[in-house]
């Protein structure tokens, strides 16, 4: 009868044996479908973001909450007003003096809050803009490049902390992960943090372009009143 120890034994080396009889990593390419992409950019925009997501989705129904409740308001009968009561005897009252008028003090214009915007000022050859998306302390800009993919662009102002694996890597005066695709077709990825801001970048370049990209990143100036 074989113990327990032995068992063990054997079931590692067959795990062994078994690992080693699949393909590498690299021999398997994994393309994801448009909908699925979809569907995972979605998905980390609600672990990121789950109050504006929630918002959005219950948005719908606080609005026909608020509707129903103001057309029931409309349709209840109303409560009859009572009528006034007659004046009382009107007493002499001596007239008061007039009040001296005074030029009320001009108010200061409200200052409107600076709407703070970075935006990388190096990109490779033939990348255009395409959109961009701005949240209050959050932002996305996203560019097309020659090759009908996007670059995406994204910085966060309360500049929240994340680990990342990857490889460490110097952009600018500061410190970066670099996240190179495994498989042909995967985008590449880079992620820093600069003066209390958190960035990241994910594009279909090489990594010394993802480096040149994030150090060209300056933050915009206001747009001057008109």
Not at 11 to 34: I, N, Q
Not at 87 to 97: F, M, R, S
Not at 148 to 161: H, Q
Request: net charge negative; aromatic share 8%.
């Amino acid at each position: 009868m074989i113990s327990d120890k032995e068992l063990q034994e054997a079931a590692r080396r067959y795990e062994k044996a078994l690992l080693a009889g699949l393909p590498e990593p690299e021999e398997c390419p994994a393309v994801f479908s448009p909908a699925f992409e979809r569907k995972m950019k979605k998905l980390i925009f609600r672990v990121d973001h789950p109050v504006r997501f929630w918002t959005r989705l219950l948005l719908p129904a606080l609005l026909a909450a608020a509707i129903a409740a103001a057309v029931l308001a409309m349709l209840l009968p109303k409560e009859p007003v009572p009528p006034p009561e007659p004046p009382a005897a009107l007493e002499t009252v001596p007239a008061p003096e007039a009040p001296v008028e005074r030029e009320p003090a001009p108010e200061a214009p409200a200052e409107e809050p600076e709407t703070i915007i970075y935006r990388p000022t190096w990109l490779p050859e033939g990348c255009t803009w395409a959109r961009e998306a701005l949240y209050g302390s959050e932002g996305m800009i996203v560019y097309q490049t020659p090759g009908g993919d996007e670059a995406v662009f994204f910085y966060d102002l309360n500049g929240r902390e994340e680990d990342h694996e990857g490889e460490a890597v110097r952009v600018g005066d500061g410190a970066g992960t670099l996240l190179l695709g495994r498989s042909k077709g995967e985008l590449n990825e880079l992620f820093w943090s600069g003066e209390g801001v958190s960035f990241w970048l994910t594009a279909p370049f090489t990594g010394e372009d993802l480096i040149r990209v994030a150090e060209s990143v300056e933050k915009e100036a206001p747009a001057s009143a008109s």
